[in-house]
C-alpha cells in the first residue's frame, strides 16, 4: 500500500495538514535537543522528512533512517541527495519489528507516523527498546484522536468523510486513506500508550498533544 501511494505521499501531508506537519516534525526532533545523540535511528522514516529534520536540528554524526517501503525510501534518497547529507543520512530497508542493530547501538530513537502501523505495536516498541543505549531516549509522533467539544466531531468527520474522497482523487487509492482513520481509531493514544511505553520498560515517559490532539508526542527514555 505504501509503495502505491509513495509518489503522493508527501504532497498529500502537505496539503491535508494545511502545511502543519512540518511543525510536528520540528517539535519531534526538538525533543532531543537539551541532549543530541550521536547516533539516530528514525524508524518507519518514509521519505526521509524526519530523519532529515533530525540532521538539520541536531548535527548527529550518524542518522539511519529504516522503513519496509522501497518506494518511499527511493523518494527519501532523492531528497537526501539533493540536499547533499549523503555522508549524514543513511536510508535502509528493513522491518521495524526485527531491527538488524546491535543492542545498545543508538542514542535515539524515533518515528512520525508509524509505529500504528507495527503488526506487532508491544514488538516494534521492544526492539526499539532494544536498540537504544541506556538512558537513550525514544520520542515518537503519532496521530491521535481530539477530545475537546466540537473540534473532535469536526475532525472525525473530516478523516472519515472528506480525506478519503481527497486521498482517492490525488493518489487513486482509496483505500490507503480510508486505512489511515481506521488505523488511528485503533491506535491507543494518550495515556493508554503511555502505559505501553512504560510495559515496554522506558521510564520518565510523557505525552504533549499538537494542534488540538490531532496527533501526540511520545517519549521515554531506556
Known amino acids: 500500500m505504501f509503495d502505491g501511494i509513495a ?3 508527501d504532497f498529500l501531508n502537505g496539503l491535508l495538514s494545511a502545511g502543519i506537519d512540518t511543525i510536528w516534525r520540528r517539535k519531534t526532533i526538538a525533543k532531543f535537543k ?9 524508524v518507519a522514516t518514509g521519505t526521509a522528512d524526519l530523519a532529515i529534520e533530525a540532521y538539520k536540528q ?7 533512517g529504516l522503513d519496509i517501503s522501497h518506494e518511499m525510501l527511493e523518494i527519501g534518497r532523492k531528497k537526501v541527495n539533493k540536499k547533499s547529507l549523503n ?9 521495524s519489528e526485527n531491527l538488524e542493530f546491535s543492542d545498545g547501538y543508538f542514542g535515539g530513537v524515533t ?6 502501523n507495527f503488526g506487532n505495536l508491544e514488538k516494534g516498541l521492544s526492539e526499539m527498546h532494544r536498540v537504544l543505549k541506556p538512558g ?3 520520542v515518537i509522533l503519532e496521530f491521535s484522536r481530539p ?4 473540534f473532535k466531531q469536526l475532525y472525525n468527520a473530516y478523516f472519515k468523510y472528506i480525506l478519503p474522497v481527497i ?4 493518489s487513486k487509492d482509496p483505500k490507503a486513506y480510508a486505512y489511515l482513520y481506521e488505523s488511528v481509531q485503533a491506535f491507543p493514544d494518550y495515556e493508554d500508550f503511555d502505559k505501553v511505553l512504560k510495559k515496554i520498560g522506558f521510564k520518565d515517559t510523557e505525552w504533549t498533544p499538537l494542534t488540538l490532539g490531532i496527533c501526540t508526542i511520545y517519549q521515554g527514555t531506556k
Do not use: H, M
Open 7 to 9: 509518489p503522493y505521499y
Open 136 to 138: 537513550g531516549k525514544i
Open 87 to 95: 555522508q549524514n543520512i543513511s536510508l535502509v530497508k528493513g522491518d
Open 58 to 64: 541536531l548535527n548527529s554524526e550518524e542518522i539511519i
Open 111 to 116: 518515528a512520525a507516523f508509524g509505529v500504528r
Open 34 to 42: 537539551s541532549n543530541p545523540p550521536s547516533k539516530l535511528l528514525d
Open 167 to 170: 486521498g482517492k482523487l490525488t
Open 147 to 150: 477530545r475537546l467539544f466540537p
